[in-house]
């Protein structure tokens, strides 16, 4: 089978389409046929080997989004049958419950191969039915930025209506947590540094819009904007270069969901605006197959759709690469197997 693959050294020189034996399933599998691939920031960092000693060895396949239609079951699976369409849950190792460790230990695209091959075989109880109203582009989306924004609004941040909940830029991670909050009967403030996506935003819903390049004193603004003392969630992705002003925003007793470091990842804010608003600062990485299949129900009863940028032919991942790495995307860039 085709597979694109950072083959044998780790350098973005390196990321190559190569060939593997076709797998198979064995007892307690299934097999993918791939439909869809779908990029997230992280996926930038692997061929330079960002995620350090833990990694797989190389060869290493590419990417930790993807949905396949099973073409293979393995003796023992009930749940799953031929022609289904499943994605392959991020951590491989994270059914449920608290983070540890040890469900935390394999991710696709890093610790273990990716979903950038035309088959997948997987243990059957780390995959997971997508809602039928999407595409297979849209349905390709969801395991990684969909649930990283899921389980920071719903599973820890426990968002309710009436609340108000800030997102910063309009990457994937962010425009899911729009949604989301949305779809919690929350407010939205949202950041880019363009106006043109900022009209964007506007038209999914978003209440109140800053720009954080021609403000970039944007924190107290959102305050203000948000009324009842401040914010009362804030999805951070910028880390050090939006942290202070995040805590500028937030009201006292808010969530800060430390989600990516984009602007940089020293502590570089003050933090005693940590202590004397008693801000609770949470970090996440993605989340479980529950947190998966609670934010697929909502997906499928409310009809809501991922925001897909643009999609690319798989011969193009490096292209789609460079258009991520240029930021001019707004939500979601995907690759058709
Ligand atoms: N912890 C987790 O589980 C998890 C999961 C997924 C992603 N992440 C992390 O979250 C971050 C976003 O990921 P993503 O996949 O959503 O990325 P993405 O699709 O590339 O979106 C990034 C967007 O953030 C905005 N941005 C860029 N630099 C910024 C800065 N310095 N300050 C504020 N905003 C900035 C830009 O929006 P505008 O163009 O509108 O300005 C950009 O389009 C990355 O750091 C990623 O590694 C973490």
């Given amino acids: 089978m085709r597979v694109f693959q950072v083959e044998n050294a780790w350098s973005d020189d390196n990321l190559r389409i190569g060939e593997r034996p076709d797998p ?6 299934v097999r993918l046929r791939m439909l869809a691939s779908a990029l997230n920031y992280r996926d930038l960092l692997v061929p330079r080997r960002g995620y350090g000693s833990r990694m797989q060895a190389l060869p290493l396949i590419m990417l930790s989004d993807g949905v396949g239609r099973i073409d293979q079951v393995g003796s023992g699976v009930d749940a799953f049958h031929i022609g289904d369409r499943v994605c392959p849950l991020f951590f491989s190792t994270w059914p449920g419950g608290e983070p540890s460790s040890e469900h935390m230990a394999r991710s696709l695209g890093c610790e273990s191969d990716g979903t950038m091959a035309e088959y997948m075989v997987v243990p059957a109880a780390t995959v997971a039915h997508v809602p039928a109203h999407l595409d297979d582009t849209e349905a390709a989306t969801l395991p990684t930025a969909a649930v990283t924004a899921w389980r920071a609004l719903v ?23 729009l949604q989301f909050a949305r779809l919690l009967g929350a407010r939205v403030i949202c950041t880019s540094s363009s106006d043109e996506k900022l009209e964007r935003v ?24 948000a009324g009842n003392g401040g914010v009362d969630h804030v999805i951070e992705v910028g880390g050090q270069g939006t942290l202070a002003q995040s805590l500028r925003a937030v009201r006292p007793g808010g969530t800060l969901s430390l989600i990516g470091v984009l602007g940089g990842g020293a502590m570089d804010a003050p933090l005693g605006l940590v202590v004397t608003r008693h801000v609770r600062l949470q970090g996440i ?14 997906i499928a009863h409310s009809g809501m759709r991922p925001v897909v940028d643009r999609s690319f032919p ?24």
């Avoid at 968002?159 to 962010?174: C, E, H, I």
Wanted: proline letters at 2%; glycine letters at 14%; charged letters at 25%.
């Fill in 314 to 337: 798989f011969e193009e991942l490096r292209e789609a690469m460079q258009y991520l790495a240029s930021g001019r995307h707004f939500g979601k860039i995907c690759i058709r197997h």
């Fill in 285 to 298: 990485t993605v989340g479980n197959r529950e947190d998966f299949l609670a934010m697929s129900r909502a």
């Fill in 202 to 225: 506007r038209e999914m819903g978003a209440d109140v819009t800053i720009n954080y390049r021609s403000t970039p004193e944007w924190g107290r603004i959102a305050r203000d904007a």
């Fill in 24 to 29: 198979v399933a064995g007892p307690g599998e």
């Fill in 155 to 177: 599973t820890e941040g426990r968002v309710k209506a009436g609340d108000t909940v800030l997102v910063q830029g309009t990457g994937g991670v962010s425009l899911f947590a």
